[in-house]
């Protein structure tokens, strides 16, 4: 099993000397965000993940989830480690200090959670669920509820989770059939089944409040007609406790998924029987009220694909350097042994250094949509808020889909480099491989991502949604166009900037005659957007890198890694992006060509 260590130099460099978030805490009135701070919670985040989160993961594999009578035991030392989590505060980092969280910065704490989530995937799960339960409470919850909920939310001793799918809908969720009919006292009671349900049922937390959607009586059907409720797992009281008299609320865990991966989260079959729920927001308004709940977990999925790059490259660098197999094309490196290390391989390098630049590269693009996130929170200037906002628009989809599948690239990779011993399970690289799948699937799949983003968003703005962060890109660029140094990486983004432009407005022009090329380009456009934005993030380091060596920082090894991976990255990952284009400017024409009766033999 790999053994995971925190890269915490590199999230210091991506907070500190990329993205200056010193200046960016002081700026939102974070003052205790001090850089001194940061360290020691990174510290502490470090030593916790290596040395209580990582050592269960492979556990969790082996031992799974297991359901009695619909009661879940997670597997051994997660309760445990659940415990400790709580104990040690991490669930209130940034949570607000009105519902006893510690108010720090929104930024901080997903540099934390990619921690976890690299430690062990299914552990990380459980509360990062409950954070997008207490977000769509908090921002559309009476106050009422806010004080019933969201104290034992914060504090970590209750967990959330979000109850959208059915057996018969996944993604179009105006085909649910889960009912509400209001009761006498203004709460609803909500009946139906919800499938696919992560962390639905398990021992970790005194109570779980499930976010649910359904229809009450009277709606509208389609998705005009959807609400969203408060349903807890145990009655509560209007003060926020357990109500013992009432005891369990009308739930209960049907079953648990038998899956490919994350096997010590519980995937649930929940029942809804008459169940006690409060109404979230307005009603027939629930789907707007949820987008809350899956912007913030769509951001969270994107760090999966960055923690799963990084877990897959440290399991196989430690590898590469070790194993010893063949002679190196160029001459002898390891003369005293019988054979070299593999890592002296160039498609050994290859993927190493994929992995390593998708992680690094995916650790910045996360980092730098953290503080926008932070800016929406806490930004007082309305215009800075919108600039902010609407750049987290356009790059959530992106990041979501385009980390995660190639998180789950950089884990096939970790398997490739260990060889038959990466297919062998005590070695640990095909759980990665396993675990990271569903991060491709759920909070919408890769297709449902890159719909929203051409469709809904660049198509339905006309493109404007692009404007503020190419602003931003051109700004960079033409900052830095005249530095030698940055030629290699400033030529590249312009060229790719341009196209970018040119096929929306291809795109565009196309579905007016036909719809269907806006599905047949969307993944293609998705991918070259993630594959460009990377590049922008690359560039930026190399150049935070380059000025650094010329200042005769000590730290020159780091330093000058960050540039040759800036360059592998430039010279051997973006050109992917040509593909895409070229895809994209064939049309969806051979896709739809071949009649549906066809495909079959």
């Known amino acids: 099993m790999p053994e995971y260590k925190a890269p915490i130099r590199d999230i210091k460099f991506v907070m500190q000397e990329l993205l200056d978030c010193d200046s960016h805490y002081k700026q939102l009135d974070y003052e205790d965000a001090s850089l001194d701070m940061i360290d020691a919670i ?45 104990e040690g505060g991490w669930s209130t980092l940034a949570q607000s200090t009105k519902f006893g969280g ?10 934390i959670v990619e921690l976890f989530s690299s430690a ?55 085909m649910l059939r889960t009912k509400a009919e209001v009761n006498e006292d203004g709460s609803y009671s909500i009946t139906g089944t919800k499938i696919f349900i992560s962390a639905g049922e398990h021992d970790l937390s005194d109570n779980i409040l499930h976010i649910v959607i359904a229809r009450i009586s009277g709606s509208p059907e389609g998705s005009k007609g959807i609400s969203l409720f408060i349903v807890p797992k145990l009655s509560v009281t209007g003060e926020g406790e357990l109500d013992a008299e009432n005891g369990r609320n009308g739930v209960s865990c049907g079953s648990i998924e038998h899956k490919m991966g994350i096997n010590a989260n519980a995937t649930c079959v929940i029942n809804f029987d008459g169940a006690k729920g409060y109404l979230i927001g307005e009603q ?40 010893l197999q063949m002679r190196s094309l160029s001459g002898v490196k390891n ?36 503080q926008l996130v932070d800016v929406s929170h806490s930004e007082k200037d309305e ?58 699937l759920y909070e919408g799949t890769t297709g449902i991502q890159a719909l929203d983003l051409l469709a809904r968003k660049v198509l339905g703005s006309k493109g404007e949604i692009l404007k503020p962060f190419a602003e931003e890109v051109t700004a960079f660029c033409l900052e830095n166009i ?28 196309k579905a007016q005659g036909n719809r269907d090329e806006i599905g047949g380009a969307s993944v293609d456009y998705l991918m070259y957007s993630g594959y460009l934005s990377l590049a922008y993030f690359w560039a930026k380091m190399a150049k935070v890198a380059q000025d650094k060596l010329a200042s005769d920082s000590e730290d020159k090894a780091f330093y000058q890694a960050k540039i040759k991976t800036a360059q592998f990255y430039f010279q051997r990952i973006l050109p992917r992006a040509h593909g895409h284009a070229a895809c994209i400017e064939h049309g969806a024409g051979s896709m739809m060509a071949l009649d549906a009766d066809h495909f079959s033999f």
């Open 102 to 111: 510690q108010g720090l910065p929104h930024s901080l704490d997903s540099s």
């Open 284 to 323: 027939n308004r629930g789907l707007n009220c949820m987008f809350t709940f899956m912007n913030a977990a769509r951001l969270g999925v994107a760090n999966e694909g960055v923690a799963a790059a990084e877990a897959s490259f440290q399991g196989a660098l430690a590898y590469a350097q070790d194993r």
């Open 42 to 86: 990174m510290g502490e985040a470090a030593k916790f993940t290596e040395q209580v989160v990582a050592p269960i993961n492979q556990i969790g594999d082996q031992q799974g989830c297991t359901w009695i009578d619909g009661e879940v035991k997670t597997p051994d030392g997660f309760k445990e480690a659940y415990s400790q989590y709580v």
């Open 120 to 174: 062990n995937h299914s552990f990380a799960m459980y509360p990062g669920l409950s954070h997008g339960a207490l977000a769509t409470i908090e921002a559309h919850g009476s106050d009422l509820q806010k004080q019933m909920f969201l104290p034992k939310l914060v504090e970590g001793s209750w967990t959330g989770t979000m109850c959208l799918t059915e057996s018969h809908c996944g993604t179009d969720l105006g």
């Open 383 to 440: 215009a800075v808020k919108a600039v902010a906002e609407s750049k987290l628009a356009l790059l959530t989809p992106i990041a979501k889909a385009f980390l995660t599948e190639l998180g789950l690239e950089c884990t096939s990779h970790g398997v490739q480099i260990l060889g038959g011993h990466g297919f062998i399970k005590e070695w640990g690289m095909e759980q990665l491989m396993r675990d990271t799948k569903i991060s491709c």
């Open 482 to 509: 005249a530095d030698a140094d940055m030629v290699e990486f400033i030529k590249p983004i312009m060229k790719f900037s341009e196209q970018w432009q040119q096929l929306t407005q291809s795109i565009g022009l």
């Open 335 to 370: 003369p005293e042994g019988p054979a070299d290390p593999i890592i002296v391989h160039p498609d050994v390098r290859r993927m190493l250094l994929t992995q390593k630049s998708i992680a690094e590269g995916g650790r910045a693009l996360v980092a730098y949509l953290s």
